[in-house]
């Protein structure tokens, strides 16, 4: 039986979208697993849906489609939706007019070290200033995402978040699994118009040597979901519990491509005793409709990192 085609991951350049006097053109890339046809859409703010025509080209983003946005267009949330055999997933950007909002421009970003052994976390800072009618000024009070995208692959995640301070300063930190590209990235707002820094490459280091697996459960208590599992690994010939390793939560929204697991700023340590409970864990978040969760492990210098089986959001 042929494999069920997958959507991974959407991309949009450039971002965010900015009208001006001229034409803006957009490129909307795709990665996808056993698609031999990838058909899509791109829905306006007003409802207006026009046809995508998507080619086939090399991967990590294995097709392409390509739509001009005029000076007239509608701002606001755009969407893409993209459909492979029975597979459907949407990615959502800002489209922005100048001249009516201040301009967020990246004064610097910068990672921490730029070599990263695997599993360690790395410190992404920078400022962030306001352009409007010639004037500049702190960026102020504004959030920042912090979004990583490994080697070879197509579409970015978010690891971080962040908020600038009254000099438009920020920090964040980030756990690295592999070497690739960070940004920082200033979402649209009803006074602000958007940026995407220029990316930062981090290197990972360091071999990983022995296996790790995450078993993994979630359940609704309340207004919560409830995580909870156990990290084993194989340091010899057989499997044992790891205990005060850092786990990390993701969560991917509903029609998303399956690639798009978010960091929600959730983490918490495996237990290391008793042996019994050694490398279990619990942590609690907010609880969402509709999605999928994940944990992740991002691994040492001797364990490789793991990633569980995503389960549905209860």
């Not at 697993?33 to 703010?45: D, E, H, M, Q």
Request: net charge positive; glycine share 10%; hydrophobic share 35%.
């Amino acid at each position: 039986m042929q494999p069920a085609p997958e959507i991974v991951a959407i991309e949009v350049t450039p971002q965010p979208v900015v009208l001006d006097t001229g034409e803006v053109a957009l490129r909307i890339e795709a990665s996808t697993v056993n698609a031999t046809r990838l058909r899509g859409r791109l829905l306006s703010p007003d409802g207006t849906s026009v046809p995508l025509d998507f080619t086939a080209q090399p991967p990590p983003c294995n097709w392409l489609a390509t739509h001009t946005l005029r000076p007239a267009d509608r701002e606001g949330t755009w969407r893409v939706e993209a459909r492979a055999g029975r597979a459907v997933a949407g990615y959502e950007f800002d489209v922005d007019r100048r001249g009516t909002k201040a301009e967020a421009r990246f004064e610097s970003f910068d990672a921490e070290p730029r070599q990263v052994p695997r599993g360690d976390l790395v410190r992404l800072l920078g400022r962030v200033e306001l352009v409007k009618n010639g004037a500049s000024g702190p960026g102020a009070r504004l959030p920042v995402e912090i979004t990583f995208q490994e080697q070879e692959t197509c579409g970015r995640r978010r690891f971080a978040e962040a908020v600038t301070d009254d000099l438009g300063r920020f920090s964040a930190q980030a756990p690295v699994m592999e070497s690739g590209e960070w940004r920082a990235e200033v979402r649209s707002g009803p006074e602000v118009i958007g940026v995407l820094s220029a990316p930062v490459f981090v290197e990972a280091t360091a071999e990983q040597k022995f296996a790790t697996r995450l078993d993994y459960e979630v359940l609704r208590a309340g207004g919560n979901t409830v995580h909870s599992g156990r990290l084993r690994g194989k340091p010899g010939s057989s499997w044992q519990g790891l205990g005060n390793q850092r786990i990390w939560v993701f969560y991917r929204k509903p029609g998303a491509p399956s690639g798009a697991f978010n960091s929600v700023n959730k983490s918490t340590l495996t237990r290391d005793s008793p042996i019994l409970s050694k490398g279990r864990f619990e942590v609690r978040t907010g609880s969402k409709n509709g999605g999928a969760w994940r944990v992740e492990y991002f691994g040492t210098n001797l364990a490789a990192g793991a990633v569980s089986a995503a389960r549905p959001a209860p």
